[in-house]
């Protein structure tokens, strides 16, 4: 697609109006001048999507491939200070070969203003990136500040140094495909958070998560109406407690869980395929946009390491700075042991995850389904880091590990000293005393790190009732300083 088309795409029909499309440098300030060419290689203007305005940008690679100097880099900048200043999302759609080196350092000034704007918008209006087709060099850079970054299955590729150069200087045969293409930034690196298999469904899903997420910080969303149970939708919510299995090793679909909790085909799953461990996903209860986070037993029993941590403080993070309420539901066994992700920074990924939710004000419900052992607890939304109701499922577990690991720790010299099957009868049934008196529910309840056992059907409503409360939540512990020092 020419720019111009994925612009009439994306936008509400007959919306879009053009800026800039003549932009020439005076002193510094920018000056207008009404017309349709030269555009410079990139279409800028604002529209609207869904009757709520937006501001666009798309660059034209039939303009030296779409690649960027300082005039483009201006009007694109200038689209996203629009964004600021009118308090509206800012949907960037990028198809070029990276700066214009003939143009030398002004191209590099032009990268650095649009990266000042990423900055400057971050946390305060959304930003999306599409990559329409190749976005090399500098121009992958921006998108990287952005929130959200779409891609088409086989037409988008995203890199800082391109296959050619890789090949010239670190003599490294690549596939173009594999190395910037969209397979392995949605399912490896976790760059990109979603992948579509055409323009069409681009537009949708844009169209989407721009219904669900706030428009610009302090947009309010309304929740609809009381949490009457009727209002629940309960001839769907019966179901629920069944999805979790009798046997305790046997996983189960978390995400059937969270679409009997969330309203009707609310859900949209935010980097669904990178570390799957977690999910993360917008949805709605009667109206209000809600994010999710949920452990995911169907892969790696759930567990939290390197990428799934990283996944989970960025979306914290994301709900954090537009008061997005925050609902976790945890069946985690830990994080993940090993030399690899000791190495890969466990310690530093997951402290990351430990300070989103530390951080973060919003109203932040957990629910443990099963289990919730060792730091993973802690990291899952617990009260001990701001959460403000913490629910329980009858049976659920909360412990330093599992019982089978922490009897041989803590009996060990005992279970020395037999042999054979005497040793296995009283290593089963030290583990059975220990699950029976430990791992349970009693002492959270007694401290009140957990605030009651419900039903699994109860879960929807107790939560809606707690949100009508929280959205008058303001938090009392302020501490005064410019900002924290997050583990990044």
Not at 196 to 214: G, T, V, Y
Not at 292 to 317: E, T, W
Not at 394 to 416: D, H, Q, S, T, W
Request: charged fraction near 25%.
């Amino acid at each position: 697609m020419h720019a111009m088309e994925w612009i009439g795409g994306l936008l509400d029909a007959g919306s879009f109006r053009e800026i800039g499309a003549e932009v020439k440098n005076c002193g510094g300030a920018f000056r207008l001048k009404e017309g349709t060419v030269p555009r410079d290689g990139v279409v800028t203007g604002y529209g609207t999507i869904q009757g709520k305005p937006a501001v666009v940008y798309a660059q034209d690679f039939s303009v030296m491939a779409g690649t960027l100097g300082r005039m483009q880099g201006t009007k694109i900048a200038r689209a996203i200070r629009m964004g600021i200043e009118n308090r509206c999302p800012v949907i960037g759609i990028l198809d070029s070969g990276g700066a214009r080196i003939q143009e030398g350092v002004d191209a590099l000034a032009a990268y650095g203003d649009i990266l000042y704007y990423n900055t400057l918008a971050s946390g305060y209006i959304p930003q999306i990136s599409v990559i329409a087709g190749k976005c090399a060099g500098g121009a992958a850079y921006s998108p990287g500040l952005t929130d959200f970054i779409f891609m088409l299955e086989d037409s988008s590729n995203l890199y800082i140094t391109g296959p050619r150069v890789v090949e010239a200087v670190m003599h490294q045969s690549v596939c173009e495909k594999k190395f910037g293409g969209s397979r392995m930034h949605e399912k490896q690196s976790g760059t990109v958070q979603f992948v579509c298999r055409d323009e069409a469904a681009c537009f949708q899903k844009i169209r989407k998560l721009l219904s669900l997420i706030p428009h610009y910080y302090m947009e309010e969303t309304e929740l609809s109406a009381p949490a009457l149970p009727e209002a629940c939708g309960e001839d769907r919510r019966k179901g629920i407690g069944s999805l979790l299995p009798s046997r305790r090793p046997e996983v189960y679909p978390m995400r059937k869980i969270l679409e009997q909790i969330a309203d009707r085909d609310s859900l949209l799953e935010v980097s669904e395929h990178f570390a799957e461990n977690l999910i993360t996903a917008f949805g709605t209860l009667q109206g209000q946009t809600v994010g999710f986070a949920a452990n995911n037993p169907y892969c790696m029993g759930g567990v939290l390491d390197v990428d799934s941590s990283v996944k989970g403080a960025r979306f914290i993070r994301y709900c954090d700075s537009y008061d997005i309420p925050v609902v976790t539901l945890v069946d985690v066994p830990g994080f993940m042991p090993g030399t690899e992700q000791e190495e890969n920074g466990i310690i530093r990924h997951g402290a990351k995850l430990l300070y989103a939710y530390g951080e973060s004000t919003v109203p932040k419900i957990t629910v443990i389904l099963r289990k919730a052992y060792g730091g993973a607890y802690i990291a899952m939304g617990s009260r001990h880091m701001g959460a403000d109701f913490v629910y329980a499922w009858p049976g659920a577990e909360i412990a330093v590990m599992g019982e089978e690991p922490a009897v041989e720790i803590l009996f060990r010299r005992e279970l020395a000293s037999l042999d054979g099957e005497a040793r296995a009868l009283r290593f089963r049934q030290i583990v059975e005393d220990y699950r029976k008196e430990v791992m349970n529910l009693d002492k959270a309840l007694s401290r009140g790190y957990v605030d009651a056992v419900i039903e699994p059907e109860e879960t929807r409503a107790r939560i809606l009732a707690d949100l009508q409360l929280l959205k008058r939540k303001r938090s009392v512990l302020r501490i005064r300083k410019k900002h924290g020092n997050i583990p990044l």
